[in-house]
């Protein structure tokens, strides 16, 4: 089995580990026997399976990465990065070339989304931002209400700045919160204030239509009675969309070498499950369920970007380390930009060659397409229908050479996938365990 990328999102996506109590009943999900299976009724629509042929626009979310932070946070494992300088006259020009560039190769779309993330792309001159927003509308066709999301660091917003995004046509920003105690942005390494990240959230009310932040839980000694007050006092400050993200100690950081010598601990598994249930119990009660395992909005506020790599539709990954799947010519492409952001600012300059910037670009098999779409989709509440699982897998064996239906039986009796006839879909104490999930069901 082909390991599948990742998003090119880079936010911090972990699985939680706990094993707290589970739900649901015995259930039977049957996979269909058919690659042409007609789509069943569905409250949340998903977007149209890519059919490349020319035909008709697919739709298309778009991904820019920055690299660039002010400082390198001891948990971070993101393609971000320091620099004294950075050009960015130089930098506007490479990302231009690379829309023009990656339009050239997808041909005529839909444009449903732009998302800047890094790195802190609020430190990107807003003219900047501009200029990109009005590429993407002239490569592809950019919808009039398209979501326009900007990452945001406290430590880098002001005033001028979130004016200048505003009228450069972001419409969402996400701002990295992460706590509203000081003591824990000092652990953490945040180079702001509780009091910067509430001017920040004051800011984002005043000049964008929508806003979301992030937060970091399971932090060493954290109790979920703690963090229950934490969380309660943060939704006064939240819109309609907040994104929780367990604290994970990932190799290469400065965390990760505390904790190989012993001098960082984390909660174990079952108080980290506490934590994700009280998580779970509190955002529910706010009226923001998840609608991902670390994503929380009111109904109707979900990220339409985000939705659309968990929807497994199309993206385009444009910046150094960026991600994509791109429907070309009737086959599904994986891409993946250059990772280093000098390299990659000297390839994607280079005129002409639409692949100068990647690393890589390899064609998704159909039975890759179905165990990337079932890792995405059972990472959200909504799960993936089936109909769509069949129509990735190209063949009437194309599902069950993947996944294995008895583990998916077994499964959905233990309450861990829900009991349901058109959709794969994991319950909320799956989706605690979705990596064990997916070790069971994923052949
Ligand atoms: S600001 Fe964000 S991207 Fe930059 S180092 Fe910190 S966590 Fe990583």
Redesign the pocket.
């Known amino acids: 089995m082909t390991a599948p990328l990742p998003p090119p999102q ?1 936010q911090r996506i972990p699985l939680p580990l706990g094993e707290g109590s589970g739900e649901g009943s015995a259930a039977t999900v049957t996979l269909p026997e058919s690659g042409a299976t007609a789509m069943s009724a569905d409250p949340s629509p998903q977007p149209p399976p890519p059919k490349g042929g020319g035909d008709c626009p697919v739709s298309l979310a778009v991904y820019i990465h920055w690299p660039f ?1 002010l ?3 001891p948990y ?1 494992d ?1 393609n ?1 990065h320091v620099r004294d300088s950075v050009d960015t006259a130089a930098w506007q020009a490479a990302y231009l070339n690379r829309i023009r560039a990656t339009a050239a190769r997808t041909g005529s779309r839909r444009a449903t989304s732009l998302y800047f993330g ?3 792309p609020s430190l990107m001159p807003p003219e900047t931002a501009g200029a990109i927003v009005d590429a993407v509308a002239a490569a592809w066709s950019l919808e009039r209400d398209a979501e326009i999301t900007l990452e945001a ?1 406290p430590a880098a917003v002001d005033r001028e700045r979130f004016a200048g995004f505003a009228a450069a046509g972001v419409n969402r920003v996400s701002i ?1 919160v992460q706590s509203l105690d000081d003591r824990a942005l000092r652990f953490l390494g945040r180079n702001h204030s509780a009091a910067d990240a509430r001017q920040a959230l004051r800011l984002a009310r005043r000049y964008f239509d929508r806003y979301s932040f992030d937060l970091i839980y399971a932090l060493p000694e954290q109790t979920a009675a703690n963090w229950r007050r934490q969380l309660r006092g943060a939704l006064a400050e939240a819109g309609d969309h907040v994104s929780l993200y367990q604290l994970t100690v990932e190799p290469g950081t400065a965390f990760h070498a505390l904790w190989t010598r012993g001098d960082l601990a984390t909660p174990g598994e079952d108080a980290a499950g506490g934590l994700y249930e009280a998580t779970q119990d509190t955002m529910d009660a706010a009226g923001l369920p998840a609608y991902e395992i670390s994503n929380h909005a009111r109904p109707g506020a979900e990220s339409r970007h985000n939705l659309t790599y968990w929807r497994y539709g199309d993206y385009a990954g444009i910046g150094p380390g960026a991600h994509g799947r791109l429907t070309v010519g009737g086959m599904r492409h994986a891409t993946r930009q250059h990772r280093a952001p000098e390299v990659w600012l000297e390839r994607a300059s280079r005129p002409g060659d639409p692949l100068a910037a990647e690393q890589g670009s390899t064609v998704v098999s159909d039975a890759e397409a179905v165990i990337e779409a079932v890792m995405m989709g059972l990472r959200t509440a909504e799960g993936v229908p089936l109909a769509r699982l069949a129509a990735l897998g190209g063949a009437p064996e194309g599902i069950g050479a993947v996944l294995d239906r008895g583990a998916i039986a077994r499964l959905a009796a233990a309450g861990l996938l829900a009991d349901d006839p058109d959709r794969l879909r994991a319950t909320a104490a799956g989706r605690q365990r979705l990596n064990a999930v997916l070790a069971e069901i994923l052949r």
């Open positions: 880079q932070c400082s390198k946070c971070c993101f971000s890094g790195g802190t660091n990295g």
